[in-house]
C-alpha cells in the first residue's frame, strides 16, 4: 500500500488563497495520505502582539518557555484545527495532532554545545503502529510542529524533520513519497529565476552546489532530510509546488541518491 507524505511550507499557510487551492488539490490525492505543517509568520505576529521578540539563528527559532506558549497555542491550536476543519469540508476525515497525542513523536531537547535553543526537539522515534492503524482505518492525520519528550514537556520541532521522520517510520509497513510544497516550483539554480528549477538532484550535485553557494539557507536542512529519507527507506521524494499534487507534468525537483 502507498501512503502519501506530504509538508506544506508556511507561505502557503500565510496565503489563504493559495492555502484553500492546496487543501483542494491534497484532498483529491487517493489513498492513504499524511500532511505536516508549520506555523508561517502567525507565531513570530502574535508573539510580538504580546510584547515578545523572536529570535532565530540561521533561519531557526529559539523557543524560550513564553514563545513555547505561543507556537503551541498557534501550530497545535489555530492554524491545525482550521486545516482540519477545511479537510473536513472537502469530506476528507482528517484529526489534527500534535506528537504528544498518542506518543506519536517523541523528541528529546536539543542540546547543542554553543546555542541554546531552548525548548525544541530532536525526533527519537515515531509510533509507527498507532500511525499505521489509524491510516487503516480511514484517518487522514495532520500533524503540527510540536512533539513531547515522555516526560511531559512538550517541545518545537522543525517541521520538516518531522515530515522526514514519519515517512522513514512509515517506510517500515509502507511504500512511501514524500512529497515537500511550497511557493517554488523546485530547488532553483538561480533563487530569483522560478524558472531555473533542478529537475533531478543527486547527493553529488547537491553537494557540489552547496559548496558552491549556488544551494544555501533554509534549502540546505531541507535537501538534508530529504537524502537522509532515502537513505533510509522512502522511495520517493519530490519538492515544488503544490499544483504537481493533481498535475505530475508541473515542473517540480525529484530528489535521488
Given at each position: ?94 484529526i ?15 542540546n547543542?554545545p ?144
Amino acid at each position: 500500500m502507498n501512503v502519501s507524505v506530504i509538508k506544506i511550507g508556511g507561505n502557503i499557510i500565510d496565503n489563504p488563497a493559495e492555502l484553500e487551492q492546496f487543501l483542494t488539490d491534497f484532498s483529491k490525492i487517493e489513498g492513504y495520505k499524511v500532511l505536516i505543517h508549520g506555523g508561517g509568520k502567525s507565531a513570530t505576529e502574535m508573539a510580538q502582539s504580546i510584547g515578545l521578540v523572536p529570535q532565530m539563528i540561521d533561519g531557526r527559532r529559539i523557543t524560550d518557555a513564553p514563545m513555547l506558549d505561543v507556537v503551541v497555542m498557534i501550530y497545535a491550536g489555530q492554524i491545525n484545527k482550521h486545516i482540519v476543519a477545511q479537510l473536513q469540508a472537502k469530506d476528507n476525515n482528517a484529526i489534527g495532532f500534535s506528537g504528544a497525542d498518542g506518543n506519536l513523536i517523541q523528541s528529546t531537547k536539543r542540546n547543542h554545545p554553543t546555542i541554546d535553543y531552548g525548548f525544541v526537539g530532536d525526533v527519537k522515534q515515531v509510533n509507527t503502529k498507532l500511525l499505521a492503524t489509524l491510516l487503516e482505518a480511514g484517518v487522514v492525520p495532520v500533524f503540527c510542529a510540536i512533539t513531547h519528550d515522555k516526560n511531559g514537556q512538550l517541545l518545537n520541532t522543525n517541521a520538516d524533520t518531522i515530515a522526514s521522520e514519519l515517512s522513514i517510520a512509515l517506510s517500515e509497513v509502507f511504500d512511501v513519497t514524500l512529497t515537500y510544497c511550497f511557493e517554488k516550483q523546485g530547488v532553483l539554480l538561480d533563487s530569483e529565476d522560478d524558472s531555473s528549477v533542478i529537475t533531478e538532484i543527486n547527493e553529488a550535485l547537491y553537494n557540489k552546489l552547496k559548496e558552491e553557494k549556488v544551494i544555501h539557507s533554509g534549502m540546505i536542512p531541507k535537501l538534508d532530510n530529504c537524502f537522509n529519507s532515502l537513505s533510509r527507506g522512502v522511495q520517493k521524494i519530490k519538492i515544488g509546488h503544490h499544483k504537481m499534487l493533481q498535475n505530475p507534468d508541473v515542473l517540480h525537483t525529484t530528489i535521488t541518491l
